[in-house]
């Protein structure tokens, strides 16, 4: 797999009818190792070494309703309280991060109402605050620890 603008972590692989799986800490168990999921797992293990996120607070590819359709965030960062910390949007390292990206984590936002938000490819990362009472986010240098 490509090598991503994240610090080295170890990960375990296998293989199952000829196709690569990773395995995911926080769904505990083997998934398919897509380029999109190569990224996922580097921002789980970002999220948990780097930013000292819990990773009982992290959760990964879980649906929500939006306008009656059925959306599916990549990661979400809950506070204590149950609120949302932070939405992940996780692009495959070939996707470029464009303004359809933005779109569709702020669609998504409307519905978690997250304080930050994190659009990555794993070679660029996004970090952004939301203003609600301006409605807009402020993009920052670094994702804030807790």
Not at 14 to 28: G, H, P, Q, T, Y
Not at 49 to 64: G, R
Request: proline content about 3%; some cysteine; aromatic content about 14%.
């Amino acid at each position: 797999m490509l090598k991503l603008n994240f610090p080295d972590y170890t990960f375990r692989f296998k293989n199952s009818e000829n196709k690569s799986l990773i395995f995911d800490v926080i769904r505990k168990k083997f998934v398919r190792l897509t380029p999109e999921e190569w990224v996922r797992q580097h921002v789980v293990h970002f999220l948990i070494s780097a930013k000292h996120f819990s990773s009982s607070l992290i959760n990964v590819e879980k649906q929500l309703i939006l306008n009656d359709t059925k959306k599916r965030y990549d990661l979400v960062v809950f506070n204590s309280d149950g609120s949302i910390y932070l939405i992940v949007e996780c692009k495959a390292p070939n996707i470029a991060i464009n303004q359809e990206t933005f779109d569709q984590i702020a669609r998504y936002n409307l519905v978690t109402e997250a304080k930050y938000l994190m659009v990555t490819n794993g070679l660029t990362h996004y970090y952004c605050r939301m203003d609600y009472e301006n409605e807009r986010y402020v993009f920052l240098e670094e994702l804030p620890e807790k």
